[in-house]
T-cell receptor, first 117, second 111 residues
């Protein structure tokens, strides 16, 4: 247990569906992240939220929409996905200082295995 | 692009030390070296990180060369549960840690 939970753990959805992935961290951290891991590929950073503000969006298609209502929760809203979006979606959190000094490890959740049919 | 180079795979006998190398020849002065591992289909697990000095914790030791262009992660007594993909990452200490994961090293601990 890392203190980061993700639901659901598995999700199968059609290309016309709308679904959401949820992440919750119980560590008191102020930064949260979404990563995508496709089969036989390295993890790819998708979105970063610091102090509830989105600070990174690594050229992610608009069919993925993140939401961070507070520092403990992070959502990834999905709509009109493609089969190539099937992957393991991982959430992570860390404690960042406002000045950015120092180094802070990220704690990952177990992931949501998404299959788009 | 990942700024590190690691061998794609390694084997290690159970009970022996596993030494996983990583090259990061373009590392800059304010970048840290992090190590994570990922057991099949689970989320990555933080192992250790360092800047200049060697570091040790309950999981592993991190040896960073004096010029900081390479490092070695040492698992002192590998067990079968250490079989995983190990990632070496360098990242700056800015506001929000943007980790770039490469393909890592697949370590197989053999009985």
């Amino acid at each position: 247990e890392t203190g980061v939970t993700q639901t659901p753990r598995h999700l199968v959805m059609g290309m016309t569906n709308k679904k959401s992935l949820k992440c919750e961290q119980h560590l008191g951290h102020n930064a949260m992240y979404w990563y995508k891991q496709s089969a036989k590929k390295p993890l790819e950073l998708m979105f970063v939220y610091n102090f509830k503000e989105q600070t990174e969006n690594n050229s992610v298609p608009s069919r993925f929409s993140p939401e961070c209502p507070n520092s403990s929760h992070l959502f990834l809203h999905l709509h009109t996905l493609q089969p190539e979006d099937s992957a393991l979606y991982l959430c992570a959190s860390s404690q960042e200082s406002p000045g950015g000094a120092g180094a802070y490890e990220q704690y990952f959740g177990p992931g949501t295995r998404l299959t788009v049919t | 692009d990942a700024k590190t180079t690691q061998p794609p795979s390694m084997d290690c006998a159970e009970g022996r030390a596993a030494n996983l190398p990583c090259n990061h020849s373009t590392i800059s002065g304010n970048e840290y070296v992090y190590w994570y591992r990922q057991i099949h289909s689970q989320g990555p697990q933080y192992i250790i990180h360092g800047l200049k000095n060697n570091e040790t914790n309950e999981m592993a030791s991190l040896i960073i060369t004096e010029d900081r262009k390479s490092s070695t992660l040492i698992l002192p007594h590998a067990t079968l549960r250490d079989t995983a993909v190990y990632y070496c990452i360098v990242t700056r200490d800015n506001y929000g840690q943007n980790f770039v994961f490469g393909p890592g090293t697949r370590l197989s601990v053999l009985p």
